[in-house]
């Protein structure tokens, strides 16, 4: 099975390579051909293989997803590391921040209706997350994406998606230092702010 497998920037057309459907990479899932044990995600219908993780990068995580559901007013959940369905994508983002409750995606995944905030924690993919998943996220018109930039010691927000055309990309971006609140902003009101320093290792 031809297969995308790359740790920096991909092009929307990978030449040489086969590119999947959402349909296609479901029906694989369906098959066994991809099953949870294999550390892959489609984007832009390219099936790319997942960072490895280290305790700081999955600590991160932790710090982020407790930091955020603090602040969460009811009807919204925290999902780590569990697929999004944006179509012509399915990554499985560090953290999103989703309406509903843990029963509400048993059935199916959240799509961009349903994601109140996504993030990323960048030690190891920074370059990965700023371009790739900009372009995946910018296009299913997340408001708000978080790069935990734990390279450069900030948080990088970016707002103002694009939406659905050629280069999708946001708007805004603003960063944020250790010293820094960063706003949390569902549905366009900002529920709180979170110390850079909470978020960071």
């Not at 991909?10 to 694989?28: C, D, Q, S």
């Not at 659905?164 to 805004?172: E, G, I, R, W």
Request: net charge negative.
């Amino acid at each position: 099975m031809p297969m995308t497998l790359v740790g920096g920037p991909i092009k929307a057309t990978v030449a040489g390579f086969r590119m999947f459907t959402l349909a296609e990479y479901h029906k694989l899932i369906e098959l066994g051909v991809l099953t949870e044990n294999d550390p892959i995600e489609l984007i832009d219908g390219c099936l790319v293989e997942k960072m490895p993780h280290d305790p700081v990068h999955d600590g991160t995580i932790q710090l982020v997803n407790r930091a955020v559901l603090r602040l969460a007013p009811p009807g919204w959940c925290g999902r780590i590391q569990s697929a999004a369905t944006l179509p012509p994508s399915e990554p499985e983002p560090d953290f999103v921040l989703a309406r509903g409750d843990e029963r509400s995606y048993l059935k199916r995944h959240p799509g961009p209706g349903d994601i109140g905030l996504i993030a990323e924690v960048s030690n190891s993919s920074l370059d990965y997350d700023r371009e790739d998943k900009t372009r995946v996220y910018a296009r299913a018109g997340l408001a708000t994406y978080w790069v935990v930039n734990v390279v450069d010691n900030q948080v990088e927000v970016y707002e103002q998606p694009s939406g659905p055309v050629p280069d999708p990309t946001y708007a805004a971006t603003t960063i944020y230092k250790p010293g820094d609140a960063v706003p949390v902003v569902l549905d366009g009101v900002t529920v709180g702010t979170i110390p850079v320093d909470d978020l960071l290792p």
